[in-house]
């Protein structure tokens, strides 16, 4: 490798050996006999394998795999397997050593885990569902050994930190893969500081400017919010300790991520976002008294601080799915803010941290494991070979990230389900066969349809007829994976069997009207009746949607018909529409490697205007469109279809307008609404589209589209408008 640095490769030795030694200290804890001898074998291993590989920036490659079983070891709390593990995570994959040799220097477990790392590595390269395809493999590992897809997060975790050295479009696909898929997955495994550390770095590159923005601010207002802490938690510290409870009790700050999805849920600024911290209450109980101990400090916080009685949250008595147990509560703060307080014991906290892996070390202390049901349904989801892999991928991850409520069945077992869960849901928790046959169900008592939506604690009771099958509509109905895939299968065989009637009726047919029966004028004949497919032509048949004497027509037609199927559009290849869409003449952005001027349109979901951090995406149908990197859409688009990604930038220029919207709030006063149009057309001669407006009660509330230039234009436009009278917020909108 060339480079320009000048390394002095002695001191690096050093530094290599240091970094080892500190892997070794952080693994001190799970270390048994023998165990040091291996995490030395397979760090020599890796040392020697990757000797004359370096890292974009510079550094010698095996910087990383030492890193990545750090954060193995001491923020997962994985042990000696996982860390020989880490530490070779990427030899096979790019250096000469084989399975084959790292099953003779280290077993077979090590090997195997491994080769999952290896399968797994190239995921999200090529085309959708080839990536749906890898991502189902890797669930696969997951099933077979959870170490996998924990070392694979903190490989993930390792890369994100150390992304600078990137070019541009690599950051902007990496970081959306992470926060598509690997934050919701380590949410799912429990692992709470990696996920918010991820969702933080995703946000760092797809929205620099927002999350220099809430960073800036946050820091502005550090040393203020220390000392409110400190005087709220001064008290509880105090009669806590005063009831012989051994407790730690401290602040901790919010992600920026989480404060900006806060921002825009509520569509508030910065400044009313008012839990920017919540205050732990981290007790050390002995297990039988851990649940009385954490409602004793419960107690004691509601004594001193008005709790908000809409926000008690008990995981302690019913964990969630991924194993979190915690109580929170929200209370009135002496200040009249709102203040989040979380109460646990030191067991719970570390499982909250660490996820899984704590979870495993508590075993046989917790009864109930909501992990291990988790797996087991990841595992029939996999089994479901009719399920296709896009599905799937978006089933799956539809249930990583959703709150859980807890059903009871007639004889009081309790199932868990994700929030919005109906009643059709649960049918197909307890069995397919319940699932497909349901008609209705009682719930308390009651008689309710299929879809009514489950609350938290219902107890419900299915019924069933033997007449009942699934039907299309009932996909709308359902919301987890597993009566989804079970819907759709069962669909699907309907589908088959209709077809299959079909084709036999259609064949009768032909052979009566003397066409040959072959592939080609079954193509013809899905043309001729604008049908995406033999099969929905034969469906058709079957339901009577074709009348049979069409066909006779068609025939009489044939020669004019085009002797060729519809183009589909999965045909087109990235080039081909690159070719098409070339010549176009626009000086404003440049697109691709080489920066030309292709023709493009913005998209609608994200309204971009010159500025603006943007990528352009190829669309099947439309040619490039050009969205916002902090488009609500950006993240999906570049993990799933990175390939269709290219590089986008503005050029300087000031003679066109670009469509976008502000919000603008305040207290109405009369000549509110004046004001603000003198300064936007009078003041900045900006072209105004359209302007709604809403008052209540004094409150303003408008939103205004307007024409701009980029983005300095625009800012400008905000202050200005900041400083009329009445007004309190403006904040652009997307669409
Ligand atoms: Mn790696």
Known sequence: MKTELVI??????QEILKRYRALLRASKSTLQKGDKKEIRKAFDMALESHKDMRRKSGEPYIYHPIAVAQIAAEEIGLGTTSIVCAL????????????????????????KIIDGLTKISGVFDTNSSLQ??????MLLTLADDVRVILIKLADRLHNMRTMDFMPRHKQLKIASETIYLYAPLAHRLGLYAIKSELEDLSMKYLDPDTYKFIAKKLNEKKAERALFIKK?????????????????????PKSIHSIWNKMKKKNIPFEEVYDLFAIRIILDSAYENEKADCWKAYSIVTDLYRPNPDRLRDWVSSPKGNGYESLHTTVMGPRGQWVEVQIRTQRMNEIAEKGFAAHW????????????????????MLNNPEANALDFLDDFKMNLFSDEIFIFTPKGALIQLPLGATALDFAFEIHTGVGATCIGAKVNHKLVPISYKLQNGDQVEIITSSKQTPKEDWLNIVVTAKAKSKIKSSLKEEKRKIADNGKEILER???????????????????????????????NVALGKIELKD??????????????????????????????????????????????????????????????????????????????????????????YGYRVVKAKWNKQQELTFLTGLRIVGIDD???????????????????RSITVDTNEGIFDGSIMIFVNDTEHLENLIRNLLKVKGVTGVTRFDA
Not at 8 to 13: G, I, M, Q
Not at 91 to 104: F, G, K, M, P, S
Not at 600 to 612: K, S, V
Request: net charge negative; glycine share 6%.
């Open 232 to 252: 709220f938690v001064e008290p509880i510290d105090e009669i806590v300790h005063e009831q012989g409870l051994v407790a730690d009790v401290y602040g901790r």
């Open 361 to 380: 070390k508590y075993k046989e202390s917790s009864n109930d494991n909501g992990l291990d049901q988790w797996i087991q349904k990841v595992r029939e």
């Open 670 to 688: 009369v000549g509110l609404i004046n004001n603000i149009t003198r300064v936007i057309s009078t003041d900045f001669k900006v072209n105004m």
């Open 551 to 640: 066909i006779k027509e068609y025939l009489n037609t044939e020669k004019e018909v085009e002797s060729r199927a519809p183009e589909r559009p999965e045909n087109l290849s990235v080039d081909g529409i690159k070719n098409k869409i070339k010549g176009g003449d626009s000086d404003i952005l440049l697109i691709g490697e080489d920066m030309q001027r292709i023709d493009y349109t913005l998209a609608a979901c994200c309204n971009p205007i010159p500025g603006d951090d943007v990528f352009g995406f190829i669309t099947v149908s439309d040619g490039i469109k050009i969205h916002r990197t902090n488009c609500p859409n950006a993240a999906q688009l570049m993990a799933n």
């Open 509 to 539: 047919k032909l052979k009566s009207l003397k066409i040959t029966y072959n592939t080609d004028n079954l193509q013809k004949l899905s043309y001729f009746f604008k049908l995406p497919s033999t099969q929905e032509l034969f469906v």
């Open 8 to 13: 002095d490769l002695e001191a690096e030795k």
């Open 132 to 137: 749906a395809e890898n991502f189902r493999k």
């Open 88 to 111: 070779l995570h990427d030899v096979v994959e790019d250096t000469d050593i084989t399975l084959e040799d790292i099953e003779r220097e280290f077993g077979k477990k090590t090997a």
